[in-house]
């Protein structure tokens, strides 16, 4: 709405002046929120959205709200009730299941959900299990929560919290929330880290031990060397611990590495080799394999072990396809690769399928890594029918066989593979696509990502490639990590995004100052972020 006052000369009210100015009444009605809300939206003003909505949330309740999704205002309604769930995180839970949710809405109910989970876990934990137990969110809505939510401490102890943590059944959740958790300084990175490894879903944490390494070398990297310094004293948590450390100073800097490895005990450093040289960067790993030298023999690229698999002769090999018995389809596994008369030119989705449901029992036939095998070398053969098979997996491995699929697809021919993507419908699959190319392609030519994606216009499937090229990019270029951030479309991922580069950008304190006050971040994260910045460059003078 714009208020228009006629005179000689015409002059309009904002929405920002109109909300500094109370009504006659002192009460504003909902139709005075929704045409400001509507303006802030138009003028895509983050900070008067936010200040309209924080507002409107103080002053309605559940039947208001629902008042607003009746009138047809959703995209309005959802932005009220994702300010609600802030100061009212079980009762908008409770609101979301009463909720009829529209087709395409789905991942803002999602984030409602687990918005509200993460604000109890600080003040009832306990309530957030219970909400937990009643959703099944989509994973990528987990990269929009409101980590407002997360800025003022709660009652619950760090031990209360990751206590309720355990119980989780997501653990993609889990380990969002203790991401966050941890960047907003409500636990402490050392007490995520020994819960992730003495927790019973050990393996499943493993992405948090490496996600909480990586935000604490980036604030006190001093403390963060001191800690994995003692904990070459732990038997066999210490693999589980320094491994992933050493990973991580592998890929910042293979010298600092060594420069580290010299300070420690030599003997307790060789029990926790090798490294996992699959997680080194390309452009890292022989130079670091070369330096490492006559040193550390022991963390040189480790040899495979030979196979323990039954031997499958070429005899079994079937003449046609498809393979008809257990022993013809173990032997197409291991040996066809040079057989056309089996090859991809042959396979449909069907007799793909039914060739796998011979193979027998082992514990190196491990399905996902065989599908994604298959995946791959039909992807080279007929790449859109590849990625149409995997999609029609299982829902545990489809997506990660359809994007190695895709992978290959873009080591090839890449343009193709892009183009392919651009086509695809708006959806999950389309948003791991993008994830799969900006990884693939970051960092080999970041400005051509850049332009990419550009060039698939604003939403959330753009939002998610510029999420990963900003985190791809924080170690090795920090401020074009910024940039990348600072054009995330969606608010919430944005503000999570241009924080962590700022982060990342801490190792040039005279930047992060510069940048700072055009970041749009609020005011209290820019504050404290500045006395980071300001510390690390006396620190640096």
Do not use: C
Not at 307 to 332: D, F, R, Y
């Amino acid at each position: 709405m714009v208020v228009t006052f006629l005179g000689t000369a015409e002059r309009k009210i904002s929405a920002g002046d109109l909300l500094s100015q109370p009504p006659g009444n002192g009460k504003r009605t909902r139709s005075d929120y929704l045409d400001l809300l509507e303006q802030a939206n138009q003028q895509h003003d983050t900070a008067l959205r936010r200040a309209i909505l924080r507002e409107w949330a103080m002053q309605d309740n559940a039947d208001g709200i629902h008042a607003v999704f009746a009138l047809g205002n959703r995209l309005e309604g959802w932005q009220l009730l994702q300010e609600w769930t802030l100061q009212h995180p079980s009762l908008a839970a409770a609101f979301v299941e009463t909720l009829k949710v529209e087709k395409g809405e789905e991942r803002q109910r999602d984030r409602i959900v687990a918005t509200a989970i993460q604000s109890l876990l600080l003040t009832n934990p306990e309530q957030a299990l219970d909400i937990e137990g009643r959703f099944r969110l989509d994973e990528l809505s987990l990269l929009l929560m409101a980590n407002a939510s997360l800025r003022s401490p709660g009652d619950a102890s760090p031990q209360a919290i990751l206590k309720v943590l355990g119980g989780f059944r997501n653990h993609r959740l889990r380990s969002q929330l203790l991401s966050n958790l941890v960047s907003t300084d409500q636990i402490p990175p050392q007490d995520a880290i020994e819960w992730a490894l003495g927790h019973t879903s050990r393996p499943t944490n493993q992405p948090i031990i490496t996600h909480t390494i990586f935000l604490w070398m980036q604030r006190d990297p001093a403390s963060a060397r001191d800690y994995f310094s003692k904990s070459l004293d732990r038997g066999r948590e210490s693999r589980d611990l320094v491994r992933p450390f050493l990973r991580y100073l592998a890929n910042q800097s293979p010298e600092e590495t060594l420069a580290w490895m010299r300070e420690q005990d030599r003997e307790k450093l060789a029990a926790v080799a090798p490294f996992d040289w699959r997680r080194i960067d390309r452009d890292k790993h022989a130079k670091f394999a070369a330096a490492l030298g006559g040193d550390y023999p022991e963390f040189a690229p480790p040899v495979e072990p030979a196979s323990t698999l039954p031997q499958a002769e070429s005899k079994h090999l079937p003449a046609t396809w498809p393979p008809q018995t257990p022993e013809e389809a173990l032997a197409w596994v291991k040996i066809s690769t040079d057989r056309p008369e089996l090859g991809a030119d042959h396979w449909t989705p069907e007799t793909l399928d039914a060739a796998l449901a011979l193979l027998p029992d082992h514990p190196e036939l491990e399905r996902t890594a065989i599908t994604r095998e298959l995946a791959g070398g039909w992807a080279r053969k007929d790449p859109v029918k590849a990625i149409t098979w995997a999609s029609s997996l299982p829902d545990e491995e489809s997506a990660a066989v359809a994007e190695h699929a895709l992978e290959v697809w873009h080591d090839y021919d890449p343009p193709a593979a892009r183009h392919y993507v651009e086509s695809m419908p708006s959806g999950e699959f389309r948003a791991y696509a993008v994830e799969t190319v900006v990884e693939d392609w970051i960092r080999e030519n970041p400005a051509s990502v850049t332009a990419w994606l550009d060039s698939l216009g604003p939403g959330f499937e753009t939002d998610v490639g510029r999420r990963v090229a900003a985190d791809r990019l924080s170690s090795r270029d920090p401020e074009a990590a910024y940039y990348q951030a600072r054009a995330i479309n969606h608010p919430v991922m944005r503000e999570e995004w241009v924080e962590k580069s700022m982060r990342s950008l801490l190792r040039q304190p005279e930047r992060v100052i510069a940048l700072l006050p055009k970041s749009g971040l609020p005011p209290e994260t820019q504050g404290r972020i500045e006395k980071e910045a300001r510390a690390a460059l006396e620190r640096k003078q």
